[in-house]
């Protein structure tokens, strides 16, 4: 199985129904403002989002408690959104099958076929290689 997305995971119905989420598990966010993780989640949580910190490193990013995995996140989540090495997604991809999560989102570089189709054939929108800040904004024009 190749490692590159397929058409599915860039299309406009997936982007669309991930971008409809209200509390976004943002996996690998760093408190180091010059990390495009920060930025991102920092956009999001301007743009209304509920952003929820998940890094076992940290204990606080932007203001809000950090946790250290999905499964410690109290209540559901909509989408579950990846800055990690495309190496690390596929146990990532099944903890947001197991939480109930609507949606994963692979950052901008990262693309793990295996767990977007994973995901996908579990019923969560899937995006890859794609930046949530950019087809936020694209969108919001």
Same mark, same amino acid.
């Given at each position: 199985?190749s490692d590159r997305p397929?058409n599915s995971w860039q ?17 690998? %966010? *760093? !408190?180091?403002? =010059?990390? &495009? !993780? ?6 999001? @949580?301007? =743009? ?8 076992? %490193?940290?204990? !606080? ?6 946790? &250290?995995?999905?499964? =410690? ?5 909509? %989408? ?5 090495? $495309?190496? /690390?997604?596929?146990?990532? =991809? +099944? *903890?947001?099958?197991?939480?109930? /999560?609507?949606?994963?989102? #692979? +950052? %901008? ?6 767990? *977007?189709?994973?995901?996908?054939? /579990?019923? #969560?929108?899937?995006? /890859?290689?794609?930046?949530? @800040?950019?087809?936020? +904004?694209?969108? $919001?024009?």
């Amino acid at each position: 199985m190749s490692d590159r997305p397929t058409n599915s995971w860039q299309d406009p119905l997936n982007i669309n129904r991930c971008l409809e989420a209200r509390r976004v598990a943002v996996v690998g %966010l *760093s !408190s180091n403002p =010059a990390r &495009p !993780s920060y930025g991102v989640a920092a956009y999001l @949580k301007a =743009a209304g989002y509920e952003v929820i910190p998940v890094n076992p %490193l940290e204990e !606080s990013v932007l203001g809000l408690p950090c946790y &250290p995995d999905l499964e =410690a996140i109290p209540g559901t989540v909509d %989408l579950v959104n990846v800055f990690r090495q $495309s190496n /690390a997604v596929l146990p990532i =991809a +099944q *903890s947001a099958i197991h939480i109930g /999560a609507k949606g994963l989102w #692979l +950052q %901008l570089g990262v693309i793990n076929g295996q767990a *977007s189709t994973l995901a996908q054939n /579990a019923g #969560l929108a899937c995006v /890859a290689d794609l930046c949530t @800040k950019v087809e936020h +904004q694209r969108r $919001s024009r």
